[in-house]
T-cell receptor, first 112, second 114 residues
Framework: GEQVEQLPSILRVQEGSSASINCSYE??????FPWYKQEPGENPKLIID?????ERKQIQELIVLLDKKAKRFSLHITDTQPGDSAMYFC???????????FGEGTKLTVSS | AQTIHQWPVAEIKAVGSPLSLGCTIK??????LYWYWQATGGTLQQLFY??????VESVVQLNLSASRPKDDQFILSTEKLLLSHSGFYLC?????????????FGPGTRLTVL
């Protein structure tokens, strides 16, 4: 089945710097790529997503880039704050359906 | 505004015992509903989805079953729990059934099987 590779699994950055998480997928029919943030003990929250008709999307300090040819997409958090510390999951819809396949997650720690 | 509620919040059950977890969504008619499972420290795995009352599709077989008895209700159950069923169970909903429909998660139920 579809696999989503997410790297790195652990990311530590200094407050004010940028953080980048990369995901790759296999299914060329995938057309929806959401990112979720999950804090300890909480449910995942959708923070940004991108569809296959776009290459870049930005919401405040969050930037998502999509390279369909390479089957890669990435999340960039600019000017990180301690409140950005959390688990981040990328996901891909399998075969262009509503079945989401999630990456293994990235634990981001922002230190002040 | 839509609200999603899951019950119970947490459950401790014995191996071999039955289980029933519930999810309701208010403020949206005919939502698309999903069940996910997350092992402690792990990623999310979609288990079931339903686009209408009475219709449930299985995505992953984990000795669990799901039903949608009402438009706003989604139930996850099993007659016999395994240790491997421990984890975080999340109900999610989306407004549309499009392939690019945004999915939003409920608060979750934490299950411990002993």
């Amino acid at each position: 089945g579809e696999q989503v590779e997410q790297l790195p699994s652990i990311l530590r950055v200094q407050e004010g710097s940028s953080a980048s998480i990369n995901c790759s997928y296999e299914d060329s029919a995938s057309n929806y790529f959401p990112w979720y943030k999950q804090e300890p003990g909480e449910n995942p929250k959708l923070i940004i997503d991108i569809r296959s008709n776009m290459e870049r999307k930005q919401i405040q300090e969050l930037i998502v880039l999509l390279d369909k040819k390479a089957k890669r997409f990435s999340l960039h958090i600019t000017d990180t704050q301690p409140g950005d510390s959390a688990m981040y999951f990328c996901a891909v819809n399998q075969g262009g359906s509503a079945k989401l396949i999630f990456g293994e997650g990235t634990k981001l720690t922002v230190s002040s | 505004a839509q609200t999603i509620h899951q019950w119970p919040v947490a459950e401790i059950k014995a191996v071999g015992s039955p289980l029933s977890l519930g999810c309701t969504i208010k403020g949206k008619s005919s939502p698309n509903l999903y069940w996910y499972w997350q092992a402690t420290g792990g990623t999310l795995q979609q288990l079931f989805y339903s686009i209408t009352v009475g219709q449930v599709e299985s995505v992953v077989q984990l000795n669990l079953s799901a039903s949608r008895p009402k438009d706003d209700q989604f139930i996850l159950s099993t007659e016999k729990l395994l240790l491997s069923h421990s984890g975080f169970y999340l109900c999610a909903w989306s407004l549309d059934w499009g392939a690019d429909a945004e999915q939003f998660f409920g608060p979750g139920t934490r299950l411990t099987v002993l």
